[in-house]
């Protein structure tokens, strides 16, 4: 699957990851995950359950589509 389609942090946020008085929400971080898991062979996103908030907690898998 081709990366072609996949959106940089930092067009998908609207702001460069670690830059001053800029957070990523949760959802949003999580929804940017899902992006990826859907537009590369490369990362698989697994929701394990949820936080004490009920918020979705993820496990990202990230290698080369061999493994």
């Known amino acids: 699957m081709s990366s ?7 067009e ?5 990851i670690g830059e ?3 957070l990523a929400r ?3 971080i999580v929804e940017y995950f ?3 898991a859907e537009n590369s062979n490369r ?9 004490t908030e009920g918020n979705p907690f993820i496990l990202a ?7």
């Open 4 to 10: 072609g389609n996949i959106i940089s942090p930092k």
């Open 12 to 16: 998908f946020f609207g702001f460069e």
């Open 20 to 22: 001053d008085r800029k």
């Open 26 to 28: 949760w959802n949003k």
């Open 34 to 36: 899902k992006h990826l």
């Open 43 to 51: 990362i698989k996103v697994v929701e394990l359950g949820k936080s």
């Open 61 to 67: 898998y990230i290698s080369s589509p061999e493994n």
